[in-house]
């Protein structure tokens, strides 16, 4: 059984994975998974205006 509304992918381009509790960027408001939700992770170029 496929759940396709559920879960988001991981905005990194080199990722995309479907993770199901995703995390949202406080400072981009992207949306990563566990392994690139970090500002260094994701090279977030927000991260300087936290």
């Given at each position: 059984m496929?759940?396709?509304h559920l879960g988001k992918?991981?905005?990194?381009?080199?990722?995309k994975q479907l993770d199901f509790l995703p995390f949202k960027c406080d400072?981009?408001?992207?949306?990563?998974c566990k392994d690139h939700y970090t500002?260094?992770?994701h090279?977030?170029?927000?991260?300087?205006?936290?």
């Open positions: 496929e759940f396709p992918q991981c905005a990194l381009t080199t990722c400072a981009c408001s992207r949306i990563f500002y260094r992770e090279n977030c170029e927000n991260a300087f205006k936290k």
